[in-house]
């Protein structure tokens, strides 16, 4: 056709045309890492958590002598028997409130979200001034509070620090007190001493055998 744009002109100008750029859609996310263990361990700060974890695991958690040592979780692999093994996760210490908010609670509590079962670890040190069987229905309290389907989540009772338990009647019929409840709502119960190992075999069979019920115990590596 007479007057026509060479047909290389033609494409030459297509390629080098550009619009400019404009504002496309965007959004703002919030990501929230939820970790995901078999076995979580809960209880009030000072309970024993770091070093029950450390023993039955080969996790290394900050352990020291004041509340609130745990700020993060810690993850582990314990063993079961030769060929199985679960994750287990020190959890930070929960405190009344926490389902508000209190302590940390809400970044503390949604941590135990996906775990498959609890440990309650409860201290019978009598300088927490503290009634066992009250510190287990308040740390059950919280978890009713921030979630229901939480509070239902299968539990392990254990009194820990067992040691100092020797010459104590009083925190003795105190750890008593609390088999007693459990053995009401069908809860397993064991006296343990993270520090000097008694009681962990038992309580890691009970762990093995309430996983293997579910079949959520995984082959050890």
Not at 89 to 116: C, N, S, V, W, Y
Not at 174 to 187: F, L, N
Not at 198 to 205: C, H, K, N, P, T
Request: glycine fraction near 10%; hydrophobic fraction near 45%.
């Amino acid at each position: 056709m007479a007057g026509a744009a060479p047909d290389w002109w033609t494409r030459r100008s297509a390629r080098c045309r550009a619009d400019l750029g404009r504002p496309g859609p965007g959004r703002w996310l919030h990501l929230e890492l939820k970790l995901l263990a078999d076995v979580g361990v809960i209880g009030f700060p000072n309970a024993g958590k770091s070093t029950l974890v450390s023993r039955l695991s080969a996790a290394k958690p900050k352990i020291a002598d004041y509340p609130f040592t745990t700020l993060t979780p810690t993850l582990g692999i314990a063993r079961a028997d030769a060929d199985r093994s679960f994750v287990i996760a020190d959890l930070p210490g929960l405190i009344p409130g926490a389902a508000e908010g209190k302590g940390l609670g809400h970044q503390f509590l949604r941590h135990t979200e996906r775990t498959r079962l609890l440990i309650h670890l409860l201290d019978p040190d009598p300088n927490t001034g503290r009634e066992l069987v009250d510190d287990l229905d308040a740390i059950n309290a919280e978890l009713a509070a921030y979630s229901p389907d939480l509070a239902a989540r299968p539990q392990i009772v254990a009194v820990n620090k067992a040691d100092l338990l020797d010459g104590a009647p009083e925190r003795r019929r105190a750890a008593e007190r609390v088999g007693a409840r459990c053995a009401e709502t069908g809860q397993p119960f064991f006296l343990i001493s993270a520090a000097t190992g008694a009681g962990l075999r038992e309580l890691v069979g009970a762990i093995a055998a309430r996983l293997d019920t579910t079949g959520w115990l995984r082959a050890a590596s």
